[in-house]
């Protein structure tokens, strides 16, 4: 299943709320540098879905708010 992420990394809070089918809009503490607000959407989301990491996996958009992950089962 593909999901469409709209990433807010250096937040106050964090949090995961469902905007949609396959849609969710994600509050992250980490800030968007050297790659530290993807690590920890990555495991957010892994953690979200009760998965392992290695089942998320992100498809595009690395450097951009809006990103897709692909969660596989």
């Known amino acids: 299943m593909k999901i469409e992420v709209r990433a807010h990394p250096g937040s106050k809070k964090q949090a995961v709320m469902v905007t949609g089918e396959n849609c ?25 879905f009760s998965l392992p990491l290695s089942c998320v996996r992100l498809v595009h958009g690395a450097g951009s708010r809006r990103k897709l992950f692909e969660i596989s089962h």
């Open 24 to 48: 969710l809009e994600v509050w992250l503490h980490a800030p968007a540098a050297d790659g530290k607000a993807n690590a920890a959407l990555h495991r957010l989301l892994a953690d979200h």
